[in-house]
């Protein structure tokens, strides 16, 4: 704060107001990123009687610039000074969670409630309590909304009347007649319920809980699911019977399939809040109602949490719930008519075998994995492939490899370029889980087609896939397998596999060693330098300067300094700009 | 998934018309949560009309009674014959209450209603499509529209009879009613969207106790669309109703419709998918200025605020609204708002997107426009000076250039001695402002440095602004799937006449040389 009293003078305030009042948005927008600054240059003083006054008077701006000063102003208590003077950002930050936009107002709350914290006890109920209050009970929705996230952050720290208060606030904006407000206040009510004490929690939340657990409109009602968690965790495992679960068992069977799936979603975490007796009589037959449910979205949620769901059940019954209520559901799932239901459980279907040991996976779960494999759609097929180690943990990937190599296959030609590019990423993976000889036999033949695909994304991400597998199987493995292969394609009449083996030696060469770079790749690599396409010619100039630090040196003068010399002649711009910029980072000029 | 063509095995990127012809097939949708048990057979009534008059009235309660089986639709083969008689039922139902006199007894009401609520009042399926866009993409039908149709049409004739009463009615079709036929509206079915339009119309025409309740509804409804989901199917027709419902409104304006034209209506300027409404937009908010002329400035203020920075499509729409707003102005109103209008006009001409530009300079064909800037020429010509004189010589499209030059050439037989000094100082002009922006930086620098020295108050979080772009958030961004990924391959030389070359979209592209 050094600079701030000798330099007033030279910052007048009028200046620094004029950069926040530019025409230009862009312009404003840069200087309230720099507000500190300012305010800095200002001192806290003025920053105080000045600038904020200011700021808060000329709150019509574009939501951009708004935004930015809501953000500012979260961070300004050093800047005003301290704690002491905190109470003076409170004005401006009211005035911007009253703002139409939500994004703005949001990160209004957002500071609003990290000051909270830098408030004295006393400031808080002299200062901050107010706003919330008159905030809470604006004319308009907006400052209603933005009431509903600052109760839980001053809550703890007042007085018990104010304390009163603040619970009959937010019992109103619970039943406000606007279901923006309503929606506000049910996305709190967990959080709110945390600060409160027990006796409140069981007398006031459960209440509007309930309440807005049976709202009219679809949108508060799946929030207060979302709520639901928090409360359940709050309350002794005796009340929940009474006070909690005749709500839930209602949302789970919801007319309106967003709370469902609300429900759905949320399961794993209701599951642990309600606990396990709750779960074995109430949520078990529910999981199984959605599991089944009319909607594909519910079921697709629900089918996502099958895993969790498992894994969280008691242990005494679980093996026996697993395979007299779940399975069933499951067994259905994989043959559902939509294949976003059948992804969602593909992706964690193979997580159950970890769950229901060697035995059942073989007898029960394999069949599914199986019959998933040949699904039509080529997202489920995939999901599973990505899952494939938790089954090799358990039975061994053996079991599985008749079908999963028609399956590999086929994914591997599928007309989707993206569904070619996931499995091309899964190979590392299943190249070592199926070992080289299994490799060699059937895969090798598809990595090598990769190369040749049409479109870039594929030969780009084969490149790297080769890389991979020989930091996977040794560069021994490669020089028989894969080097010459890919060598061979730079005789190819097309253009863009020639550049092919290129990309392929910028990536293996490293891997390969000196040895099989200087004597196997180096060659080819030279012989490229006269293609007739200059595109070749400037990527060999790129090759060589890639390659050059694995090449020994006394080739790196003799072979590679005439080629790359040559080509800084060329006639191409581009050949000529690559081949220097070579020659100058491998120090050969 | 064996359905997929050769050509498009080629190519791999499928091509949109392809996968719409796919979806065609099936893009019927609905959700009707079955909680009730299977639906029991029905069997078939005697005709209304054949009934004797005494029996009538029974008979029609028992026909409504029918009519309350719901049936599974997206399963086309089951329950037949009872489809059949529920869908005869209908018509005859329609025909009955919009033919006779005298059948809309009291009584009748609840069953009417129960009937209709049962079948119309459901929570809307989840979209096929959660990216669907509607200018793009077949929207999912409602697989019940057999049934659910001739309820509707009976709705709407029930509304629509002679003997209906609305003191009767309204202890049924009441505020939960209306809100439930509000929901709907997001309907992806444009054909139901349409009926809903017109019978809410007849709603709020007979019911005058619900109408400040549905305007508030409608209020929660663009609110929410605007600020929490940017998604709900039915704006342009809730729009539709409003046009005529401001139409209507007495003069002098409340406070309520002026606070739902500035916090509603023109924030809804901002929705990503305004093109799919604008012209209703537009109508609404050109109705309340032709109500009262004094709500222009706030208007055009607020559009200004809500200006496309992006989106050149919905900065054209803007402009068109800008126009259509100018053709009612009064030339008091146009003084208050022509530097901060003209300011946009000025930097809308010089956009480097030709239809944006364009679409500014046709201000200038109209006469009514022309006459309102010639009264205000001493203002307007040193704000649009700059652009059009720049424009005139930098411009990529000819067209425009074309167009500045006319627009320059009227601009100066306005008044030619300001236009002359406005040319000479155009260079001292710029100079001046290169200064400016100059000592800005300067200024800048000495603060920074100042920051630096002190840096015990590190204190600023200057980065990662995630940014209010969704408002003027456009549809610019390029599809991921035809992105060049082979930027490196930055020439393509006449070697080559690979076949594969030309369907590889992604590699056609970069031809720099």
Known sequence: MAGADGDDSLYPIAVLIDELRNEDVQLRLNSIKKLSTIALALGVERTRTELLPFLTDTIYDEDEVLLALAEQLGNFTMLVGGSEYVHCLLPPLESLATVEETVVRDKAVESLRKISQEHSPVDLEVHFEPLVKRLASGDWFTSRTSACGLFSVCYPRVSSTVKAEIRQHFRTLCSDDTPMVRRAAASKLGEFAKVLELDYVKSDIISLFTALASDEQDSVRLLAVEACVSIATLLPQEDLETLVMPTLRQAAEDKSWRVRYMVADKFSELQKAVGPEITKNDLVPAFQNLLKDCEAEVRAAAANKVKEFCENLPEDSREQIIMTHILPCVKELVSD?????????????MGLSTILGKDNTIEHLLPLFLAQLKDECPEVRLNIISNLDCVNEVIGI????????????????????????????????LAG????????????????????????????????NLMKLVEKFGAE???????PKVLGMANDPNYLHRMTTLFCINALSEACGQDITTKQMLPVVLKMSTDQVANVRFNVAKSLQKIGPVIDSSALQTEVKPVLEKLATDTDMDVKYFAQEAISVLVLA | ?????????????????????????????????????????????PQLKDAPSTEQQELFTQKLQQCCMLFDFMDSVT???????????LNELVDYVSTNRGVLVETTYPEITTMICTNIFRTLPPSDNPDFDPEEDEPTLEASWPHVQLVYEFLLRFLENPDFQPSIAKRHIDQKFVLQLLELFDSEDPRERDFLKTILHRIYGKFLGLRAFIRKQINNIFLRFIYETEHFNGVAELLEILGSIINGFALPLKAEHKQFLMKVLIPLHTAKALALFHAQLAYCVVQFLEKDPTLTEPVIRGLLKFWPKTCSQKEVMFLGEIEEILDVIEPTQFKKIQEPLFKQISKCVANPHFQVAERALYFWNNEYILSLIEENIDKVLPIMFGSLYRISKEHWNPTIVALVYNVLKTLMEMNCT???????????????????????????KKLDELRLSSSALVQNNSHGLPGVQNNNNNNNSNNNDTQDKSAEAAAVTSENKDPDDSVAANESSPCAK
């Open chain 1, 477 to 483: 493995w490669a020089q028989n397998t894969i080097v």
């Open chain 1, 398 to 429: 053996r079991q599985l490899s008749q079908s999963l190599l028609p399956a590999i296959v086929e994914l591997a030609e599928d007309a989707k370029w993206r569904v070619r590019l996931a499995i091309i990423e899964y190979m590392p993976l």
């Open chain 2, 79 to 89: 329950d037949l014959k009872s489809k059949e008689i529920k869908r005869a039922t």
């Open chain 1, 337 to 349: 008519t939509n294949q976003h239901v059948k992804s969602a459980l593909a992706s964690v279907i």
């Open chain 1, 433 to 464: 889980q199926l070992g080289v000889e299994f490799f060699d036999e059937k895969l090798n033949t598809l990595c090598m087609a990769w190369l040749i695909d049409h479109v870039y994304a594929i030969r780009e991400a084969a490149t790297c």
């Open chain 2, 418 to 444: 300001l236009f002359d000094e406005l040319t000479s100082s155009y260079k001292a002009d710029r100079q001046r402002e290169k200064k400016k922006e100059q000592e800005r930086d300067e200024l800048w």
């Open chain 2, 1 to 45: 998934m064996s359905a997929i063509s050769a050509s498009e095995k080629v190519d791999g990127f499928t091509r949109k018309s392809m996968r719409k012809a796919q979806k065609q097939r099936k893009s019927q949708g609905s959700s009707q949560y079955r909680t009730q048990s299977a639906p029991v057979e029905l069997s078939p009534l």
